[in-house]
């Protein structure tokens, strides 16, 4: 459920409680424990992104709307004192590998941790970012997309390196039915039209 979590932060911009809130009734449709908790903590790290000083920001306000008792809590949160404690990306990694060795590759707890190590590690460089995260391995697309959402929020569009932006030529693809061949302006404007609350719903 994780994966699903980023659109509830962008209609929640500066207002991670609010995403999380948003993001537990989606979550809630399939999974359960941490899979809930996981779409929670994107969701309000991505929307606490929109107005964070750093990206090591966004992730401490991110674990306040997580039980601080659960896997992913602890997960977030080993990564964060390992990144603090000096310790290299590799390093932070490979313990992460040990710590949760017998999680599926597709696990919400082991892919938190790579996703958080990605951002803190990425000098907030969008590109060093979603590299590092995919670097790592497991669910290599889905946590690249959520690194470069979180990413994208903080800087804001203006500041992405245009060797990300431009081959994408304003247009995107996708499975969901009806929004293949989107454009991304107009998806984000539409985005934009639900967080002002101006978003018209088709009969």
């Given amino acids: 459920a994780l994966i699903r979590a980023d659109v509830f932060g962008y209609v929640n911009p500066g207002d991670p409680r609010a995403a999380a809130v948003l993001a537990y009734e989606d979550a809630a449709l399939s999974h359960r424990g941490n ?16 107005t964070a000083e750093s990206l090591v920001h966004a992730v401490e306000t991110s ?18 004192a390992s990144y603090r404690a000096g310790a290299s990306w590799e390093q932070t990694l490979d313990e ?5 060795a ?24 969008p ?10 391995g497991l669910d ?4 690249g997309a959520t690194v470069g959402s979180v990413v994208g929020c903080f800087l804001g569009a203006s ?26 302006t ?3 404007q539409r985005t934009a039209a639900l967080v002002r609350g101006t978003a018209s719903i088709p009969a």
């Fill in 186 to 188: 107009n998806l984000a």
């Fill in 35 to 50: 899979g809930i908790y996981g779409e929670q903590w994107a969701a309000a790290l991505v929307a606490a992104a929109f």
């Fill in 159 to 184: 500041r992405l390196p245009t060797h990300l932006t431009e081959p994408l030529h304003d247009h995107l693809r996708s499975a969901l039915f009806g929004f293949d061949h989107s454009s991304i």
């Fill in 140 to 143: 290599t697309d889905s946590n």
């Fill in 102 to 125: 017998g999680y599926c590759w597709v696990h919400t707890i082991n892919n938190a941790a790579v996703i958080t190590a990605g951002l803190l590690y990425s000098e907030e460089d």
């Fill in 63 to 80: 674990l306040q709307h997580v039980p601080p008792t659960s896997r992913l809590y602890e997960a977030v949160s080993t990564v964060l």
């Fill in 96 to 100: 992460a590998e040990n710590r949760w």
């Fill in 127 to 136: 590109a060093a970012a979603i590299g590092l995260t995919v670097m790592a």
